[in-house]
Protein backbone atom coordinates (compact mmCIF):
# COMPACT_ATOMS: atom_id res chain seq x y z
CA UNK A 1 0.00 0.00 0.00
CA UNK A 2 1.16 3.52 -0.89
CA UNK A 3 3.57 5.53 1.76
CA UNK A 4 3.18 8.88 1.78
CA UNK A 5 6.61 10.34 0.04
CA UNK A 6 6.48 13.98 2.45
CA UNK A 7 6.71 11.44 5.41
CA UNK A 8 9.15 8.98 3.85
CA UNK A 9 11.62 11.40 3.33
CA UNK A 10 11.33 12.02 7.10
CA UNK A 11 14.43 11.25 9.48
CA UNK A 12 13.56 8.19 11.46
CA UNK A 13 13.25 9.02 15.06
CA UNK A 14 16.45 8.28 17.14
CA UNK A 15 15.00 7.69 19.96
CA UNK A 16 13.23 4.62 19.75
CA UNK A 17 15.77 3.33 17.34
CA UNK A 18 18.69 3.95 20.03
CA UNK A 19 15.94 2.27 23.02
CA UNK A 20 15.57 -1.12 20.64
CA UNK A 21 19.62 -1.69 20.64
CA UNK A 22 19.41 -0.85 24.25
CA UNK A 23 16.79 -3.66 25.20
CA UNK A 24 18.34 -5.92 23.02
CA UNK A 25 21.90 -5.76 25.23
CA UNK A 26 20.35 -6.45 29.09
CA UNK A 27 22.53 -4.15 31.44
CA UNK A 28 23.02 -1.40 29.08
CA UNK A 29 22.71 1.98 31.35
CA UNK A 30 21.22 4.48 29.44
CA UNK A 31 22.64 8.22 28.64
CA UNK A 32 20.71 8.76 25.84
CA UNK A 33 17.05 9.75 26.40
CA UNK A 34 16.63 13.54 27.62
CA UNK A 35 14.79 13.11 30.94
CA UNK A 36 14.87 13.50 34.68
CA UNK A 37 15.47 11.15 37.31
CA UNK A 38 13.53 12.78 39.82
CA UNK A 39 9.41 12.00 39.96
CA UNK A 40 6.66 14.56 39.73
CA UNK A 41 5.53 16.57 43.06
CA UNK A 42 3.18 14.85 45.40
CA UNK A 43 1.04 17.32 45.38
CA UNK A 44 0.52 16.66 41.15
CA UNK A 45 -0.10 12.64 42.16
CA UNK A 46 -2.40 14.19 45.67
CA UNK A 47 -4.32 16.33 42.58
CA UNK A 48 -5.43 13.68 40.77
CA UNK A 49 -6.43 11.04 43.40
CA UNK A 50 -9.90 11.66 43.32
CA UNK A 51 -10.00 11.81 39.65
CA UNK A 52 -13.09 10.05 37.72
CA UNK A 53 -15.38 10.96 40.56
CA UNK A 54 -17.13 13.87 39.11
CA UNK A 55 -19.19 13.68 35.98
CA UNK A 56 -17.15 16.20 34.19
CA UNK A 57 -13.74 14.78 34.52
CA UNK A 58 -15.24 12.08 31.76
CA UNK A 59 -16.26 14.93 29.58
CA UNK A 60 -14.34 17.40 26.75
CA UNK A 61 -12.77 20.32 28.09
CA UNK A 62 -12.08 23.57 27.19
CA UNK A 63 -9.27 23.28 24.19
CA UNK A 64 -7.14 26.26 25.82
CA UNK A 65 -6.47 24.52 29.35
CA UNK A 66 -8.66 24.13 32.85
CA UNK A 67 -9.40 27.70 34.08
CA UNK A 68 -7.28 27.01 37.41
CA UNK A 69 -4.32 25.65 35.27
CA UNK A 70 -4.43 29.27 33.13
CA UNK A 71 -4.55 31.34 35.73
CA UNK A 72 -1.60 29.05 37.70
CA UNK A 73 0.51 29.37 34.04
CA UNK A 74 -0.26 33.10 33.94
CA UNK A 75 0.98 33.48 37.23
CA UNK A 76 4.18 31.86 36.37
CA UNK A 77 4.68 33.26 33.27
CA UNK A 78 4.38 36.76 35.12
CA UNK A 79 6.66 36.03 37.95
CA UNK A 80 9.46 34.48 36.60
CA UNK A 81 9.71 34.45 32.32
CA UNK A 82 8.70 38.66 33.40
CA UNK A 83 5.89 38.24 30.03
CA UNK A 84 2.57 40.13 30.91
CA UNK A 85 -0.16 37.67 28.94
CA UNK A 86 -2.98 40.48 29.54
CA UNK A 87 -1.41 42.17 26.86
CA UNK A 88 -1.48 40.68 23.55
CA UNK A 89 -0.85 37.03 24.21
CA UNK A 90 -3.28 34.17 24.71
CA UNK A 91 -1.81 30.66 26.72
CA UNK A 92 -2.92 27.32 24.93
CA UNK A 93 -2.39 23.91 26.97
CA UNK A 94 -0.88 21.14 24.46
CA UNK A 95 -0.17 17.50 25.34
CA UNK A 96 3.63 18.80 25.04
CA UNK A 97 5.36 20.84 23.68
CA UNK A 98 6.84 18.65 20.66
CA UNK A 99 3.04 19.16 19.56
CA UNK A 100 2.65 22.60 20.20
CA UNK A 101 6.00 23.73 17.51
CA UNK A 102 3.81 21.32 15.40
CA UNK A 103 0.54 23.12 15.88
CA UNK A 104 2.18 26.62 15.40
CA UNK A 105 3.76 25.53 12.71
CA UNK A 106 0.27 24.03 11.08
CA UNK A 107 -0.40 27.60 11.55
CA UNK A 108 2.13 30.02 10.34
CA UNK A 109 3.82 28.01 6.81
CA UNK A 110 2.48 26.46 3.89
CA UNK A 111 4.67 23.60 1.83
CA UNK A 112 7.41 25.28 0.56
CA UNK A 113 8.20 27.26 3.26
CA UNK A 114 11.58 28.01 5.35
CA UNK A 115 11.92 27.61 8.89
CA UNK A 116 14.86 28.54 10.12
CA UNK A 117 17.02 26.43 12.86
CA UNK A 118 20.07 27.07 14.40
CA UNK A 119 22.92 24.03 14.55
CA UNK A 120 22.55 21.50 15.98
CA UNK A 121 18.89 21.25 15.81
CA UNK A 122 16.47 19.48 18.32
CA UNK A 123 15.41 16.45 15.72
CA UNK A 124 11.44 16.87 16.29
CA UNK A 125 11.64 19.99 15.27
CA UNK A 126 13.55 19.86 11.94
CA UNK A 127 11.11 15.92 11.47
CA UNK A 128 8.22 18.14 12.24
CA UNK A 129 9.34 21.17 9.55
CA UNK A 130 9.53 18.35 6.93
CA UNK A 131 6.29 16.47 7.82
CA UNK A 132 4.74 19.75 6.88
CA UNK A 133 6.50 19.92 3.71
CA UNK A 134 8.17 23.23 4.93
CA UNK A 135 12.03 22.95 4.77
CA UNK A 136 14.46 23.07 7.58
CA UNK A 137 17.14 25.86 6.93
CA UNK A 138 19.88 24.75 9.12
CA UNK A 139 22.21 28.14 9.82
CA UNK A 140 25.78 27.33 12.03
CA UNK A 141 26.65 28.63 15.24
CA UNK A 142 29.52 29.66 16.66
CA UNK A 143 32.49 27.15 18.08
CA UNK A 144 30.69 27.89 21.62
CA UNK A 145 27.36 27.07 19.96
CA UNK A 146 26.23 30.32 20.33
CA UNK A 147 24.08 32.21 17.18
CA UNK A 148 25.22 33.79 14.82
CA UNK A 149 23.19 36.85 14.03
CA UNK A 150 24.78 37.65 11.05
CA UNK A 151 24.72 33.94 9.69
CA UNK A 152 21.20 34.11 11.37
CA UNK A 153 20.37 37.03 8.77
CA UNK A 154 22.11 35.55 5.55
CA UNK A 155 19.83 32.89 5.56
CA UNK A 156 16.56 34.77 5.43
CA UNK A 157 15.02 34.38 2.02
CA UNK A 158 11.63 35.51 0.73
CA UNK A 159 10.12 32.38 2.14
CA UNK A 160 11.27 32.45 5.38
CA UNK A 161 8.13 32.43 8.08
CA UNK A 162 10.40 31.52 11.35
CA UNK A 163 13.42 31.53 13.06
CA UNK A 164 13.57 28.79 15.96
CA UNK A 165 15.54 28.95 19.02
CA UNK A 166 15.83 26.40 22.13
CA UNK A 167 17.44 27.74 25.07
CA UNK A 168 18.67 26.04 26.84
CA UNK A 169 19.62 23.95 24.14
CA UNK A 170 18.80 20.49 23.00
CA UNK A 171 21.70 19.37 22.24
CA UNK A 172 24.82 21.44 23.22
CA UNK A 173 23.69 22.80 26.44
CA UNK A 174 24.49 26.38 25.16
CA UNK A 175 22.21 29.20 26.32
CA UNK A 176 21.72 32.04 24.55
CA UNK A 177 22.62 35.09 26.29
CA UNK A 178 19.39 37.98 26.81
CA UNK A 179 21.25 40.46 24.24
CA UNK A 180 21.65 37.67 21.19
CA UNK A 181 17.76 36.46 21.89
CA UNK A 182 16.89 40.36 21.70
CA UNK A 183 18.92 40.46 18.58
CA UNK A 184 16.98 37.79 17.06
CA UNK A 185 13.75 39.04 18.36
CA UNK A 186 14.65 42.41 16.08
CA UNK A 187 15.68 40.07 13.63
CA UNK A 188 12.30 38.42 13.20
CA UNK A 189 10.20 41.92 14.17
CA UNK A 190 12.32 43.41 11.14
CA UNK A 191 11.60 40.91 8.73
CA UNK A 192 8.10 39.87 9.58
CA UNK A 193 8.86 36.54 10.96
CA UNK A 194 7.80 34.55 13.68
CA UNK A 195 10.26 34.38 16.49
CA UNK A 196 9.72 30.52 18.17
CA UNK A 197 11.18 30.20 21.36
CA UNK A 198 11.11 26.45 23.00
CA UNK A 199 11.73 26.75 26.72
CA UNK A 200 11.73 23.30 27.64
CA UNK A 201 14.98 23.88 29.78
CA UNK A 202 13.94 27.28 31.05
CA UNK A 203 15.08 26.06 34.95
CA UNK A 204 18.25 23.88 33.49
CA UNK A 205 21.12 26.54 34.15
CA UNK A 206 24.26 26.42 36.02
CA UNK A 207 26.78 29.10 36.73
CA UNK A 208 26.50 32.57 35.53
CA UNK A 209 24.11 31.46 32.72
CA UNK A 210 20.86 33.21 33.38
CA UNK A 211 17.53 32.32 31.26
CA UNK A 212 15.07 34.78 29.38
CA UNK A 213 12.28 35.00 27.66
CA UNK A 214 12.07 36.82 24.50
CA UNK A 215 8.14 36.71 24.79
CA UNK A 216 8.82 39.23 27.67
CA UNK A 217 10.53 41.80 25.30
CA UNK A 218 8.50 45.14 24.79
CA UNK A 219 6.45 44.72 21.51
CA UNK A 220 7.51 40.92 21.24
CA UNK A 221 3.81 40.08 21.24
CA UNK A 222 2.98 40.22 17.91
CA UNK A 223 5.68 38.02 16.24
CA UNK A 224 6.86 35.82 19.57
CA UNK A 225 5.73 32.03 20.17
CA UNK A 226 7.05 30.76 23.62
CA UNK A 227 6.88 27.09 24.08
CA UNK A 228 7.14 25.44 27.45
CA UNK A 229 7.05 22.25 28.70
CA UNK A 230 5.99 20.10 32.24
CA UNK A 231 8.49 17.29 30.67
CA UNK A 232 11.56 17.65 31.86
CA UNK A 233 10.86 20.37 34.66
CA UNK A 234 8.43 18.56 36.82
CA UNK A 235 9.46 14.67 35.88
CA UNK A 236 6.42 14.92 33.92
CA UNK A 237 7.57 13.05 30.87
CA UNK A 238 4.96 10.24 30.45
CA UNK A 239 2.03 12.63 30.78
CA UNK A 240 2.16 14.73 28.21
CA UNK A 241 1.21 18.39 29.08
CA UNK A 242 3.16 21.65 28.28
CA UNK A 243 1.84 25.14 26.70
CA UNK A 244 2.66 27.94 24.56
CA UNK A 245 2.31 31.39 24.84
CA UNK A 246 0.74 33.05 20.93
CA UNK A 247 0.07 35.91 19.72
CA UNK A 248 -3.60 36.51 19.97
CA UNK A 249 -4.09 36.89 16.19
CA UNK A 250 -2.91 32.91 15.60
CA UNK A 251 -5.74 32.02 18.28
CA UNK A 252 -8.39 31.65 15.78
CA UNK A 253 -6.04 29.42 13.51
CA UNK A 254 -4.39 27.81 16.50
CA UNK A 255 -8.09 26.24 17.85
CA UNK A 256 -8.57 24.81 14.34
CA UNK A 257 -5.62 22.56 14.95
CA UNK A 258 -6.27 22.08 18.84
CA UNK A 259 -9.99 21.03 17.90
CA UNK A 260 -8.89 18.97 15.06
CA UNK A 261 -6.29 16.71 16.77
CA UNK A 262 -6.52 16.64 20.36
CA UNK A 263 -9.53 19.08 21.45
CA UNK A 264 -8.95 19.61 24.50
CA UNK A 265 -5.51 18.65 26.76
CA UNK A 266 -6.19 15.17 28.98
CA UNK A 267 -8.49 16.61 31.93
CA UNK A 268 -6.52 14.14 34.24
CA UNK A 269 -3.10 15.47 33.45
CA UNK A 270 -4.44 18.96 33.17
CA UNK A 271 -5.38 18.59 37.00
CA UNK A 272 -1.77 17.04 38.08
CA UNK A 273 -0.46 19.99 36.29
CA UNK A 274 -1.83 22.23 38.56
CA UNK A 275 -0.76 19.95 41.57
CA UNK A 276 2.82 20.90 39.89
CA UNK A 277 2.67 25.02 39.11
CA UNK A 278 1.35 25.00 42.45
CA UNK A 279 4.52 23.46 44.37
CA UNK A 280 6.37 25.66 41.73
CA UNK A 281 9.80 25.74 40.25
CA UNK A 282 11.78 25.47 43.68
CA UNK A 283 10.87 21.36 43.44
CA UNK A 284 12.77 21.45 40.02
CA UNK A 285 15.36 23.54 41.59
CA UNK A 286 16.33 20.99 44.38
CA UNK A 287 16.51 18.24 41.58
CA UNK A 288 18.97 20.71 40.01
CA UNK A 289 21.60 20.38 43.04
CA UNK A 290 22.47 16.88 42.04
CA UNK A 291 22.49 17.58 38.38
CA UNK A 292 24.85 19.88 38.70
CA UNK A 293 27.17 17.80 40.54
CA UNK A 294 26.95 14.93 37.75
CA UNK A 295 27.68 17.80 35.84
CA UNK A 296 30.55 18.70 37.03
CA UNK A 297 31.60 15.01 37.43
CA UNK A 298 31.08 13.67 33.94
CA UNK A 299 32.37 17.09 32.37
CA UNK A 300 35.49 16.18 33.72
CA UNK A 301 35.81 12.77 33.09
CA UNK A 302 35.45 13.64 29.51
CA UNK A 303 37.53 16.58 29.19
CA UNK A 304 40.35 14.39 30.28
CA UNK A 305 39.83 12.28 27.79
CA UNK A 306 42.45 12.56 24.38
CA UNK A 307 40.33 13.28 20.78
CA UNK A 308 37.38 14.64 22.81
CA UNK A 309 36.40 18.09 22.43
CA UNK A 310 33.61 19.73 24.71
CA UNK A 311 32.73 23.23 24.68
CA UNK A 312 31.69 23.72 28.47
CA UNK A 313 27.95 25.22 27.65
CA UNK A 314 26.13 26.11 30.95
CA UNK A 315 22.37 24.71 30.47
CA UNK A 316 20.16 21.82 30.13
CA UNK A 317 21.46 18.24 30.91
CA UNK A 318 23.61 17.25 28.27
CA UNK A 319 27.27 17.36 26.81
CA UNK A 320 27.94 17.27 22.88
CA UNK A 321 31.48 15.46 22.47
CA UNK A 322 33.13 16.26 19.20
CA UNK A 323 35.47 12.99 18.48
CA UNK A 324 38.74 13.43 16.33
CA UNK A 325 38.02 10.09 14.71
CA UNK A 326 36.71 9.62 11.17
CA UNK A 327 34.36 6.95 12.78
CA UNK A 328 30.48 7.10 11.99
CA UNK A 329 28.57 7.87 14.69
CA UNK A 330 25.80 5.70 14.08
CA UNK A 331 28.03 2.85 14.09
CA UNK A 332 30.18 3.94 17.11
CA UNK A 333 26.89 4.13 19.26
CA UNK A 334 26.35 0.94 17.84
CA UNK A 335 28.97 -0.50 18.71
CA UNK A 336 29.51 1.42 22.51
CA UNK A 337 25.72 -0.35 23.21
CA UNK A 338 27.22 -3.55 21.72
CA UNK A 339 30.79 -3.61 23.71
CA UNK A 340 30.58 -1.38 26.30
CA UNK A 341 26.63 -1.41 27.35
CA UNK A 342 26.60 2.97 27.37
CA UNK A 343 24.21 4.30 25.43
CA UNK A 344 24.35 7.56 23.45
CA UNK A 345 22.79 9.34 20.83
CA UNK A 346 24.53 10.22 17.74
CA UNK A 347 25.03 13.82 16.40
CA UNK A 348 23.52 13.32 13.05
CA UNK A 349 20.26 13.39 14.37
CA UNK A 350 20.73 16.64 15.59
CA UNK A 351 22.22 17.95 11.43
CA UNK A 352 25.85 17.65 12.71
CA UNK A 353 27.30 16.42 9.60
CA UNK A 354 31.00 17.24 9.83
CA UNK A 355 32.58 15.22 12.26
CA UNK A 356 31.58 12.38 14.73
CA UNK A 357 29.82 13.94 17.64
CA UNK A 358 27.56 12.23 20.50
CA UNK A 359 25.29 13.91 22.64
CA UNK A 360 25.70 12.77 26.55
CA UNK A 361 22.56 13.01 28.53
CA UNK A 362 22.87 12.70 32.92
CA UNK A 363 19.40 13.67 33.63
CA UNK A 364 18.06 10.36 33.76
CA UNK A 365 20.43 8.26 35.87
CA UNK A 366 21.24 8.37 39.86
CA UNK A 367 24.64 9.79 40.81
CA UNK A 368 25.97 6.16 41.14
CA UNK A 369 24.78 5.01 37.89
CA UNK A 370 25.81 7.74 36.10
CA UNK A 371 29.33 7.22 37.27
CA UNK A 372 29.24 3.33 36.19
CA UNK A 373 27.96 5.02 32.68
CA UNK A 374 30.58 7.15 31.92
CA UNK A 375 32.98 5.03 32.88
CA UNK A 376 32.15 2.38 30.04
CA UNK A 377 31.55 5.40 27.85
CA UNK A 378 35.25 6.42 28.50
CA UNK A 379 36.84 2.99 27.88
CA UNK A 380 34.40 2.53 24.50
CA UNK A 381 35.93 5.93 23.73
CA UNK A 382 39.35 4.93 24.65
CA UNK A 383 39.06 1.73 22.64
CA UNK A 384 37.09 2.81 19.67
CA UNK A 385 38.82 6.68 18.95
C1 LIG B 1 14.06 21.32 23.08
C2 LIG B 1 12.95 20.39 23.38
N1 LIG B 1 11.69 20.79 23.18
C3 LIG B 1 10.65 19.98 23.42
C4 LIG B 1 10.86 18.70 23.89
C5 LIG B 1 9.67 17.81 24.11
O1 LIG B 1 8.91 18.26 25.16
P1 LIG B 1 7.50 17.61 25.48
O2 LIG B 1 7.76 16.37 26.26
O3 LIG B 1 6.81 18.66 26.28
O4 LIG B 1 6.82 17.32 24.19
C6 LIG B 1 12.14 18.23 24.13
C7 LIG B 1 12.37 16.87 24.61
O5 LIG B 1 13.45 16.35 24.64
C8 LIG B 1 13.22 19.11 23.86
O6 LIG B 1 14.47 18.71 24.04
Known amino acids: MHIGQTISAVQTPIIPVVGEWTRNTPGTLSLGQGMVSYPPPVAALQAISHFGS ?13 PRLLELIEDKLHSENNMDCKNGYRIMVTAGSNMAFLNVLLTIADPGDEIILPLPYYFNQEMAVRMLNCTPVPVPTDTHYQLDLDALRAAITHKTRAIVTVSPNNPSGAVYPEAALRAVNQLCKEHGLYHISDE ?12 FSPGSISGAQQHTISLYSLSKAYGFASWRIGYMVIPEALLPSLLKVQDTNLICPPLITQYAAIGALATGSSYCKTGLQELTKSRAQITAQLQALSGVNIVATEGAFYLLLKLDTEKNDLELVKSLISEFKVAVIPGCAFG ?16 DAASIAIHRLVNGLETHC
Do not use: I, N, W
Open 200 to 211: AYEYFTYGEARH
Open 54 to 66: KPADHLYGSPLGQ
Open 352 to 367: LHDGCYLRVSYGMLDK
